[in-house]
């Protein structure tokens, strides 16, 4: 198939259908962004010392090739097109997360973003780590992120996940992490995790321009990444009154200062990205916004009910 001229894959309005996609060549830049940011940052490449013992990490190699395992079997009982429907699926995922590593300003200027070990994304729910710096300071425990891609009840079932770690009196934890300085190599533990993603149409345009180099531009500049704030600054505001229910006080106290502090970052980053950014639409929102707020409105009524 030959390709198509460049001026055609630029998306010029972010609500347009987009037609023609190119996966193929976006999800192997995704890979290979991933793996430059997993160099050293494998589960082998942590042993050492009481915890990250050889026995330690062969156990959790052994489980993550558990999972993986008890993925496949769940898949051979699908149809060609359900495979080939969550093919695509776990393949936008992994763009977004890509784009996620790759676009360094849509977190925030002194924000840093890693990938995480299978072992975290399995175990802990974690794809991404951000890190935060704040001149000479760097705040390791930054954030966590949950990327994904799907539907109304995919969303609800990762949002759940977080609200009940947090009626449990538990934040965000990730059992292997490296920081590019090198001064760092542990566990982060009491970390705010949130989830993010956007709807297909989204991901097609932004798969699109992360398919050629040549439009990092578009990538830096697109109006998705105010969407992404809201999300999160929603979810910030979401998790303090989930936390409300854990009857632990020391820990319902951690969590919301947490998330609040979480919540006033986000809130200077777009104050600052309108101020230097005017140009971007920060109106943007699509249909995975609305299913965010959905899944909240559904996991409020479900608590009024217990």
């Known amino acids: 198939m030959s390709e198509k001229p460049f001026s055609q894959h630029v998306q010029s309005n972010p609500h347009e259908r987009v ?24 589960l082998k490449d942590f042993i050492g010392g009481p915890f990250y013992t050889e026995a330690a990490i062969s156990d959790a190699e052994n489980t993550v090739q558990r999972i993986k395992e008890g993925f496949e079997d769940k898949e051979r009982f699908l149809d060609e097109e359900q495979k080939e429907r969550l093919h695509r699926s776990h393949m ?46 760097v705040n390791h425990n930054g954030f966590a992120l949950d990327v994904t891609f799907g539907g109304p009840k995919t969303v609800l079932k990762k949002v759940q996940s977080v609200a009940n770690k947090i009626m449990n009196g538990k934040l965000g934890k990730v059992d292997f992490f490296k920081s590019d300085d090198g001064k760092f190599k542990g566990q982060l533990n009491n970390i705010p995790l949130v989830v993010i993603g956007a709807s297909g149409n989204t991901m097609k345009g932004l798969i699109n321009h992360f398919a050629n ?94």
């Open 19 to 42: 037609e023609y996609v190119r996966y193929t060549e976006a999800h192997k830049r995704a890979e290979i962004v991933k793996e430059k940011r997993m160099k050293g940052r494998e």
């Open 92 to 137: 936008m995922a992994s763009c977004l997360e890509g784009i996620c590593l790759y676009t360094k300003s849509w977190f925030g200027p002194t924000t840093k973003t890693y990938p995480t070990t299978d072992w975290d994304d399995y175990t802990n729910g974690v794809d991404l780590i951000a890190e935060r710096t704040q001149g000479d300071a």
């Open 213 to 306: 180099p040549e439009e990092d531009i578009y990538l830096s500049e697109h109006p998705f990444q105010f969407q992404i704030i809201e999300d999160i600054i929603m979810q910030c505001d979401f998790f303090c009154e989930i936390a409300q229910q854990c009857v632990d006080v020391e820990k319902k106290e951690l969590i919301v200062t947490t998330y609040t502090k979480l919540k006033q970052d986000f809130e200077k980053i777009l104050q600052l990205k309108a101020k230097l950014s005017p140009q971007i639409d920060r109106n943007f929102r699509d249909a995975f916004h609305e299913n965010l707020l959905e899944a909240m409105r559904e996991i409020h009524e479900l608590n009024k009910t217990l």
